[in-house]
């Protein structure tokens, strides 16, 4: 599945609430380390959209960001798509 059309997941389905996430490899006194951290919450799926683009036209190098709908007072663990962003140990090396 291409990076567009999770995006157009996120946006347009799974929940009123539209989380963006944001991933990114850290240099630490140990070594590397994978961050995942929650970067906008809205119930508005436009200000998601708009947001979104902001992050990904603002050219951070090493930062990847994707948006989730998620539905409220549910495991989203059961769901197929929920937030996430995946750190390879590649990223890391």
């Known amino acids: 599945m291409d990076y567009q059309t999770m995006v157009a997941m996120g946006l347009d389905g799974g929940g009123p ?5 944001c991933g990114r ?3 630490t006194d140990v070594g590397k380390s994978g961050i995942v951290s929650v970067v906008y919450a809205t119930m508005d799926r436009a200000a998601a959209e ?12 090493g930062h990847y960001y994707m948006v989730y709908g998620v539905p409220l007072d549910e495991d989203l663990t059961l769901l ?3 937030p996430s ?9």
């Open 17 to 21: 609430l539209k989380l963006i996430l």
């Open 25 to 27: 490899v850290e240099e």
């Open 50 to 61: 708009r947001r979104l683009s902001e992050l990904m036209l603002a050219s951070r190098p």
């Open 80 to 82: 197929g798509h929920y």
């Open 85 to 93: 962003v995946e750190v390879t140990r590649e990223d890391l090396e």
